[in-house]
């Protein structure tokens, strides 16, 4: 299976960037794994919401290019379907047997994903009614990916 995790961004901290790395290690004997990192833009303080809705679809059109068409697309959204990690496992492997070998999860910038990204994903996911960093949601996209491959193969992982 190929997973490609596309954000807005680079990741600075050295911390969350370790993180990134041990469980993209971890995932390594899982799947092919690829993090995929589209320029972010700037987003000015008080920015009204023409501006933001500008600067989403900058980001949006930057995403959308890595985009395939051959893709199960879920983009991580507030309003999209929370799922236990036993779902989100049953839901990797559902989509392995139903032929998807190719998953592309999108994570927004600060301020979101653009309309256009949300239209065409085929799932939306969401890990909360919680605004997180979309530094940090990397790192717990990653775990949660990782830990769905060891509930799948049965191995254990701490609870």
């Known amino acids: 299976m190929q997973i490609d995790i596309i954000a807005p961004g680079r990741v600075k901290e050295r911390y969350l960037r370790d993180a990134i790395d041990e469980y993209s290690k971890r995932l390594s004997r899982y799947c092919k794994l690829n993090i995929i990192e589209v320029a972010d833009e700037k987003t000015p303080e008080h920015a009204s919401a023409g501006v933001e809705r500008q600067i ?5 059109e930057r995403i959308a290019k890595h985009l395939r068409d051959n893709a199960f ?20 492997n559902d989509l392995g047997l139903r032929g998807t070998s190719h998953i592309q999860l999108v994570i927004g910038g ?30 717990i996209l990653l775990e949660q990916i990782y830990r769905a491959y060891k509930i799948n193969a049965g191995e254990p992982y701490h609870k």
């Open 56 to 60: 989403k679809a900058k980001e949006g």
């Open 73 to 92: 697309v879920i983009a991580l959204a507030i309003d999209g379907r929370q799922l236990s990690s036993e779902e989100l496992a049953a839901k990797i």
């Open 110 to 139: 600060s301020i979101g994903l653009d309309e256009a990204i949300l239209r065409r994903a085929d799932f939306k996911l969401s890990f909360s009614k919680m605004t997180f960093p979309h530094q940090l949601m990397r790192v």
